[in-house]
Every structure is written in structure tokens, then in C-alpha cells.
């Protein structure tokens, strides 16, 4: 579904992505763990090319990702589902406007566009807020929007940049129980950057680690937790025990 070759990314002398490799099967649910500065959003940005790469191979369903030109990149992320730490929301549109912006965009009839944004909506428990703002609701609510509008293009990807960063502890737990659901019930391949140790253990398929713009270990959760090779994945399983 999604392969990536010796992706390479600096900002200036600083190099943010070292040569990383990352492969991903088809309704695979990935897990991106490591220090802040690592890499990570990086990486999850350039797969859709939110942030440029250097140089690399970056292959989903065998398309040529670098070489899309613009307007095949707009209809590439048609495709791919993002959901940004920041929510990323329109101020001035309503919930609902916000889920069917990009439907809308991409010529699809109000009515239809409308019917489709309730339904994800419901999905990830915002029933009755439709016409309500991002201002009015709290952040874990309005991630959960932006979750609804990452879902609702039917994505065959999902790139999740470190969903609940930016939430109070409080409301983490909400948008965790979305996302685990979400990953339960459909086949999308999932791309997720977290640092929510046990979510990774209870939904991750393979858990990659990466320190200093490199892929430093991966595998199966339980058993990379059972025997951590890397100084990385020793630090996440001691949060784990803790
Ligand atoms: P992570 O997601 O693991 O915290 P990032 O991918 O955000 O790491 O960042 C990797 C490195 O690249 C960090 O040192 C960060 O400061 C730097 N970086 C990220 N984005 C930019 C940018 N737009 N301009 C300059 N430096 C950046």
C-alpha cells in the first residue's frame, strides 16, 4: 500500500530525516513512536508532501507520489485521510461545513456532500452539533471533527500527526476511543504518530521507533516490548511498566 525508500528531509544543516524506509501493507495500522524532534511529523507529511522531501521514493499502490504534478496531488490526497495536531478547523464555517469542505471541493453535489458529513459525524459521536462552531466546542470535540473530516472522502490511507498532542489529559481518552474504534471497524491502513504507549500496544499491528531522523527498530508491540533492542524502544517500555 505505502512504501517509502531512503526518504531524506533537512531544514538547512538540520536533517530531519535520515534515510528512512517504511514499509506498509494494505489496512495495516502503523504506529510512529520517538523523541520529540525526531522526525516523525516530518515523515507523516511527506507522504502526502504537506512538506517537501528532498529526495526519496515514496510509492502508494505503486503511484509515484514525487512525481505527481499539482493537480494530481490535490486528487492524491482526495485519497489520504490527515488528521493534524492542531485540528487544522475553519473558524468561520460550521462543523458540518468543515466536514464536507474538501467534498464540496472536489465537485460534489451540496445535498450528497451534506448527507455523507452527518454520517461520519455520527460516526465519531458529534450527532446534534452540526451546525455548531469550532469555538463552541471543546478540543477533544473538535479533533474529533477534524477526524470526521479526515473520514469522510472514504480514505484508503489515514495519517494521523500526533492526534491527541495538543489536548488536555482529559479529553485524550475521548478521541482515543474514536480512533481505536475506528480502527476496528474499518480497513483503512493507518499511519499513526503517538506517544500513547498502551493505545499503541492495544491497536498497533507494528510499532516503528525512530531517533534522530532514522527508523531504529520495529515489529509486532508485544513483542518488541517483550525484548527492546533499541535505547528508544527501552525508554517507551518503561512508561509502559510505569
Ligand atoms: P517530531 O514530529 O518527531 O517531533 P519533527 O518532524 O516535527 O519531529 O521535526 C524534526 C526536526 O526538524 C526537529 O529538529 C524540528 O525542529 C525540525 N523542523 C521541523 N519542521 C521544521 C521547519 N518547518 N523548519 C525548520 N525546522 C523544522
Redesign the pocket.
Known sequence: MLEIRDLRKS?GK?V?LDGVDLTVSRGETVVIM?P???????LIRCVNRLTEPDSGTILVKGQDVMALDSGELQEFRRNVGFVFQQFNLIGRLTVLENVMFHLVLGGMDLEEARSRGRVVLHKVGLKGAEQRRPHELSGGQQQRVGIARALVTNPEIMLWDEPTASLDPILVSEVLEVMEELVRTTATTMLI?THEVSFALRVAERIVFMDKGQVVEEGVPKEIFADPQSEIARLYKRLLVT
Open positions: 531544514y538540520l530531519a520517538g520529540s524532534g525526531c522526525g516523525k511529523s516530518t504518530v
